[in-house]
């Protein structure tokens, strides 16, 4: 019987998720908000899935979680999800790297070449992003660095940015508009793709890992957050909030 996977994707403002058969997508669902509703809408959205598929949680052979970079809250609410489902059904953990999912989206958009360089970028506030370089290969992308926060200063050359970056990069990523914003002056001939990471892009690196029995310890996996968690100021809608006194 071929892999069951259902593949979740919580590190941006996008929550997704897919149900894989072996190389078939069975049911793939994709909501964007402007704020971080995830944990209202990941289990709702599983449900529809295993529905739509005829299955029960209890016929998945694996979960397939992003383990980052990305989203603090984003990151907690899907491995956390995942991690019960895996241990309620006894099921393996598998982890995949955001913005390898990320990449793969470049390929759903148009075909690639063997050999093209595609650089993943995702926001991480102001002027950073965290971001990789991959090569394609014909069938699945390798990655040429390891993952980073990358402040994208524009006095830097783009060789110090991206030293593994080609003439005809293709550069995509929810940060993909805020980088060629940012490199506007450097006269590049990149194509660039403004795109959330989807749970449906998940599936290569997924099914690579259940081949390859890749599997995360369901106890003590955490995501890689790649910078520290940062508490937003509380909101006051109705203005309750007085000034401190001179």
Same mark, same amino acid.
């Given at each position: ?16 998720v =897919?149900?894989?058969?072996?190389? =078939?997508?069975?049911? #793939? ?23 739509a598929?005829?299955? !029960? ?7 397939a979680a ?23 059904q006894?099921?393996?953990l ?10 793969y %989206?470049?390929?759903?958009?148009e /075909? ?6 595609v ?7 102001r002027?950073?992003?965290?971001t *990789?370089?991959?090569r394609?290969?014909?069938?699945r ?12 200063e524009s006095?830097?050359?783009?060789d110090?940015?991206? /030293? %593994? ?29 403004? #795109? ?6 998940a599936?290569? /690196? ?6 390859? *029995?890749r ?7 955490? /995501?890689?957050?790649?910078k520290?968690? !940062? #508490?937003g *100021? ?13």
């Amino acid at each position: 019987m071929s892999a069951r996977i259902l593949a979740l994707e919580t590190s941006t403002l996008s929550c997704s998720v =897919a149900l894989f058969d072996g190389d =078939a997508c069975l049911h #793939a669902e994709q909501r964007c908000e402007e704020q971080h509703v995830h944990a209202s809408n990941l289990l709702p959205m599983i449900d529809v899935a295993l529905k739509a598929a005829g299955w !029960q949680a209890s016929d998945l052979s694996g979960v397939a979680a992003c383990a980052g970079p990305g989203s603090y809250t984003g990151l907690r609410i899907g491995t956390s999800t995942a991690k019960g489902i895996c241990h309620a059904q006894g099921i393996p953990l598998i982890a995949i790297n955001s913005l390898e999912i990320q990449a793969y %989206h470049a390929v759903t958009n148009e /075909p690639l070449e063997a050999g093209a360089t595609v650089i993943a970028v995702m926001d991480a506030r102001r002027d950073e992003v965290y971001t *990789q370089t991959f090569r394609w290969s014909g069938e699945r992308f390798d990655a040429l660095d390891e993952t980073r926060a990358l402040v994208i200063e524009s006095q830097a050359g783009v060789d110090a940015l991206f /030293p %593994h970056a080609t003439d005809d990069a293709t550069v995509v990523g929810d940060a993909a508009d805020k980088t060629e914003r940012l490199l506007a002056d450097k006269g590049l001939n990149w194509n660039f793709i403004a #795109a959330h990471p989807t749970a449906e892009c998940a599936r290569i /690196p997924a099914l690579d890992a259940w081949a390859n *029995q890749r599997f995360e310890d369901v106890a003590y996996f955490t /995501p890689a957050y790649l910078k520290d968690f !940062q #508490a937003g *100021q509380p909101k006051d809608p109705l203005g309750l909030r007085k000034s401190a006194p001179a």
